[in-house]
C-alpha cells in the first residue's frame, strides 16, 4: 500500500471514529499512533518522527496567541454567571416588545452584542434559551421560529469577534489574530443583518407566528425605560469598546485585550454587585474545563498531523487540491462544500484541527488571500454550529427548552437560518472587500 492511499485511510479512519462519539483528542491521537505503527511495518513511515512531539508539544504550551482562549471563555462564563447577560435580554425584549417579531428582534441584537463581548457560543445560546424562550412561547411565537432564531443569533459568537473559533483559525494559518478579528466585523454584522431582516419579513407576512408583546406587558415608563436600556447596555458596550477598541486602535494584542476584557467584566460585576466567590468559581471551573478540552485536541491533532505527514497524505492531498478544475475558484468551492457537509458531523474544533491544516498549504499555494479565506472559513464552520444532527447550539438549546418544544421543532427551526448563513458567505466570496476592507484601511 502506498503512503497516499494509507493517508486517505487515515484520514477516513479519524472521521469515523469521531462520528461514533468518542472523544475527539483520543480519537485523532489513537488513530496517530495506530497508523504510525501500520506505516512502520509497510516501510513507508519513520518511527524516528514521533520523537518531534515532545518539542511540538512544549511549542503548543509556549504560543502567545492561544492564551486569548481562556480569556475570552472567562470573559463570557462571568456575564453568564453574574446575570448581565440576562438583564440585557430582558431590557432588550421590553424595548423592541411593541413590535411585531420584537422578541425575536432583541434575540438577535442582544445575540450580537454578546458576540461582540465574548464570543462564546454555549453562554449565549443557554442564556437566551432559558429567559427568551419560555416568554416567546407564552406570547404565541410559533416554536420553530423562536427557537431557530436563538438557536442561529447564539452562533453570532463564531465569527463576530472577538470569537474562539478566529482565534484557533490565526493560529492554523499563521496569520495575525487582530488582522482576522478586524476582517470579521463587517461580514459578523452581515450575518446579524440578514437574521434580523428575515425575522421581519416574517413577522410582516404571519404576524400570526410573530405577535407583538400585549400593551400591558410592555407598560413601563419613557425615563424609566431609558434608564433600564442604558443600564443594561452600558456593561456590553463598555466591554466591546474595551476589548475590541483596544485591539482595533492597536492599543493592546488580542491577547492582551482578552486579559483587560477579563478584568473589565469583573469590575462591571462588582460594581453590579453581582461579583461574589461563587460566580467567580463557576466561571473559573469552566474555563478550565474548556480551555483543557481545547488544548487536548490540539495535542492529539498534533499527533494525527505529525503522522499524516509522515506517511505522505499531505503531499497527495496538495496534488489533488492543487490540480482541481478551475484552479483557485475550483479549490475553493471543495473546501466550502467539504467543510460545510462535515459541519453536520463533527464541532468546529475537530475541523479547524484535522482539516484546515490541509487546505491551508494548498491555498498559500494558490495566491489566495489568507485573511479573506480565513473569513471564509469561520462563516463556513458557523453552520457546523447549527447543521442537524449533532449542531452543538441545537444540543444547547435542546438542553433548557420546555418540554412542549421538540428535538423536530429545533431542526426545522433553523433550516432558514442555515440558507441565510450560505447567503452571507456566497457575498464574501463574489465581493472579498467585505473582509479586506477593514483591515486594509487599517494597515494605511
Known amino acids: 500500500m502506498s503512503g497516499d492511499w494509507l493517508g486517505l485511510l487515515m484520514f477516513a479512519g479519524a472521521l469515523f471514529i469521531l462520528a461514533t462519539g468518542y472523544p475527539v483528542a483520543f480519537s485523532l491521537g489513537g488513530v496517530g499512533l495506530i497508523f504510525a505503527l501500520i506505516g512502520w511495518g509497510l516501510g513507508i513511515f519513520d518511527p524516528m518522527l514521533l520523537a518531534a512531539i515532545p518539542s511540538r508539544i512544549f511549542g503548543i504550551m509556549s504560543n502567545y496567541t492561544l492564551l486569548a482562549i481562556p480569556y475570552f471563555i472567562f470573559l463570557g462564563a462571568l456575564l453568564e454567571n ?181 478584568i473589565g467584566a469583573m469590575v462591571l460585576a462588582g460594581i453590579a454587585g453581582r461579583l461574589n466567590w461563587q460566580t467567580l468559581r463557576k466561571a473559573c471551573e469552566s474555563t478550565m474545563v474548556i480551555t483543557t478540552i481545547v488544548l487536548f485536541i490540539l495535542l492529539g491533532s498534533t499527533v494525527f498531523s505529525l503522522v499524516f505527514r509522515g506517511i505522505g497524505g499531505d503531499r497527495f492531498i496538495e496534488d489533488l487540491l492543487v490540480n482541481l478544475p478551475g484552479g483557485k475558484w475550483g479549490f475553493l468551492t471543495v473546501n466550502m462544500i467539504v467543510i460545510f457537509i462535515l459541519g453536520f458531523f463533527i464541532d468546529f474544533f475537530e475541523i479547524a484541527f484535522i482539516v484546515v491544516p490541509l487546505f491551508a498549504p494548498v491555498a498559500k499555494i494558490l495566491g489566495i488571500d489568507l485573511l479573506w479565506y480565513a473569513v471564509l472559513l469561520g462563516a463556513n464552520l458557523q453552520t457546523s454550529f447549527l447543521t442537524p444532527p449533532f449542531g452543538f447550539a441545537l444540543f444547547y438549546l435542546r438542553g433548557v427548552a420546555p418540554k412542549e418544544v421538540t428535538t423536530q421543532d429545533i431542526y426545522l427551526g433553523v433550516i432558514p437560518f442555515i440558507f441565510l448563513q450560505l447567503l452571507v458567505l456566497i457575498l464574501i466570496i463574489i465581493f472579498p472587500p467585505l473582509a479586506t476592507f477593514l483591515p486594509s484601511l487599517s494597515a494605511t
Open 82 to 262: 453574574t446575570g448581565i447577560a440576562e438583564r440585557l435580554l430582558e431590557t432588550m425584549g421590553i424595548l423592541f416588545g411593541r413590535l411585531r417579531g420584537g422578541l425575536a428582534l432583541a434575540v438577535v441584537v442582544v445575540g450580537a452584542l454578546l458576540a461582540a463581548t465574548t464570543g462564546v457560543v454555549a453562554a449565549t445560546v443557554v442564556a437566551m434559551g432559558l429567559i427568551s424562550l419560555p416568554i416567546m412561547l407564552r406570547y404565541g411565537y410559533d416554536k420553530r421560529l423562536a427557537t431557530g432564531v436563538i438557536a442561529a443569533s447564539g452562533t453570532l459568537g463564531q465569527i463576530i469577534p472577538p470569537s474562539v473559533v478566529l482565534v484557533v483559525l490565526a493560529d492554523q494559518l499563521g496569520i495575525p489574530v487582530g488582522d482576522l478579528f478586524i476582517a470579521s466585523v463587517v461580514p459578523g454584522l452581515l450575518m446579524a443583518a440578514a437574521f434580523a431582516l428575515h425575522v421581519l419579513i416574517v413577522a410582516m407576512l404571519r404576524p400570526d407566528i410573530a405577535p407583538a408583546l400585549p400593551a400591558e406587558v410592555r407598560k413601563i415608563g419613557g425615563k424609566q425605560l431609558w434608564t433600564r436600556v442604558s443600564e443594561a447596555l452600558l456593561p456590553p458596550v463598555l466591554l466591546i469598546i474595551l476589548v475590541l477598541g483596544s485591539i482595533f486602535f492597536g492599543i493592546a494584542t488580542p491577547t492582551e485585550a482578552g486579559a483587560l476584557g477579563s
